[in-house]
């Protein structure tokens, strides 16, 4: 037995009990209030969600399992000679809540690479693709078709006992997500380089091996994309795509079919987009000022943005009420590997402006950058130019949080997900 399954078997009774304790203990004391405005809005705010493998706080940021994004990227193990987390090492955190050593991150890097190979016919369902299907379409259609694979709807059907049902739950995540590099590798190829692949290079990590295949030369790209999945991995369970993914599997759905569902909620503009908008927008303005702008020429494009009744993208948030961490850590990649780029300096730029005019704007509650605000002049920086690849990205990273907690999910033998609604004609009559 491996040790991360070793390790979950060793917490999961416990955390059994604690949630069994909580639910007896204080199952009818209110935590959440619900207005009409809220039932109207998206359910903003409420509180009707546990997650454990993250946290948003207005003023830290995202945190994983108690830990900051600086006290990660020193505490995560690494790839030698690099500086990023390995996303392997920070999906073991996410499982766990503990960070692992080395010896337990080699041994599931083991277990990934053994479990990478993709069947031949997902290759044939995306080169049967039409030439003009998206980039999430296809990554989408591959992993439900995947769903032949799943061991969990196997031993549903043999009749496995539910406080069972995590085991091949745990076992269908870890097989997806070790093919995941590949499968979003071979789509870009496929869309952009000609259908010319590269082979997976078993002797690199989950993260580096993606880059290998995308085939970008610069040997930082690894390390940024290593970056780039721990970044985006979660973001607590109310943002739609990991919302959806465990809404579906509340259903006793597999993860192909979760995970799948959950990447068609990232596609939609207002979710997984909001990097290419923000790149967009930068090379907008570079464009019509014929190069790297000033920072006066910069306030005034701002202002005109504003005025026209448009938004500044990848600044402002629903709750970060600071400089995204997230930001800070691509900010400071980009600092030490490509300063002179002259999209990097915009951005730089930008930060340095930005904030202050929408202070004096005074619409917006957090002046400040998300992580969308340098995500795309990264990935721009190293010739991966396509924007409507960036969200495929977006998804290999966050599906280290979804599969996370579709494990807890069923771990915890947590039921359907089923809120009661109500009618216009009843708030009007009763609210």
Request: charged letters at 25%.
């Amino acid at each position: 037995m491996s040790q991360l399954k070793e390790k979950l078997q060793e917490i999961i009774p416990r955390e059994r009990e604690r949630v069994r304790k909580i639910v007896t203990e204080k199952g009818d004391k209110v935590i959440s209030q619900v207005t009409v405005k809220q039932a109207y809005g998206g359910m903003r705010g409420v509180k009707c969600l546990v997650c454990d493998t993250s946290s948003l706080d207005p003023m830290e940021g995202i945190s994983f399992r108690g830990y900051t994004i600086p006290q990660l990227m020193e505490k995560l193990p690494k790839s030698p000679g690099n500086e990023a987390p390995l996303p392997e090492a920070h999906w073991w955190l996410l499982l766990t809540g503990e960070i692992p050593n080395q010896t337990q991150v080699e041994n599931l890097q083991e277990e990934i690479k053994e479990r990478m190979a993709v069947p031949q016919y997902i290759w044939d369902i995306l080169d049967a693709m039409p030439e003009d299907a998206h980039p999430m379409t296809m990554f989408s259609a591959a992993i439900l078709s995947l769903q032949s694979e799943s061991l969990f709807a196997k031993g549903y059907n043999e009749g496995m006992k539910k406080e069972d049902f995590w085991d091949p739950m745990y076992e269908d995540c870890l097989n997806l997500l070790a093919k995941l590099p590949q499968i979003g590798a071979r789509i870009y190829r496929l869309k952009y380089k000609g259908g010319i692949y590269l082979e997976p290079d078993p002797n690199l990590d989950w993260g580096g091996n993606f880059a290998h295949m995308m085939g970008v030369e610069k040997p930082e790209y690894k390390d940024l994309m290593r970056l780039y999945f721990f970044l985006h991995s979660d973001h607590e369970s109310g943002n739609v795509s990991a919302h959806t993914g465990h809404l579906v599997a509340s259903a006793l759905s597999d993860v192909y079919y979760s995970l799948s569902a959950a990447l068609d909620g990232l596609a939609g503009p207002l979710h997984g987009l909001a990097n290419q908008m923000c790149l967009k927008w930068i090379m907008e303005m570079m464009e019509k000022l014929g190069g790297t702008p000033t920072k006066e020429q910069i306030e005034k494009y701002a202002w005109d943005t504003l005025n026209s009744g448009q938004v500044i993208p990848g600044y402002g948030h629903a709750v970060l009420r600071k400089t995204d961490p997230r930001f800070v850590a691509q900010h400071e990649f980009a600092l030490k590997h490509c300063p002179d780029d002259p999209i990097v300096q915009t951005v730089t730029r930008v930060y340095e402006v930005v904030p202050g005019i929408l202070q004096k704007h005074g619409k917006a509650k957090n002046p400040w950058p998300n992580v969308d605000a340098h995500s795309g002049c990264l990935q721009y920086h190293y010739g991966v130019k396509e924007f409507d690849f960036y969200t495929v990205l977006f998804g290999i990273g966050r599906a280290l949080g979804i599969t996370a907690e579709l494990v807890w999910d069923r771990a915890l033998m947590l039921p359907i997900e089923r809120p009661k609604s109500v009618t216009t004609k009843w708030i009007e009559e009763e609210a």
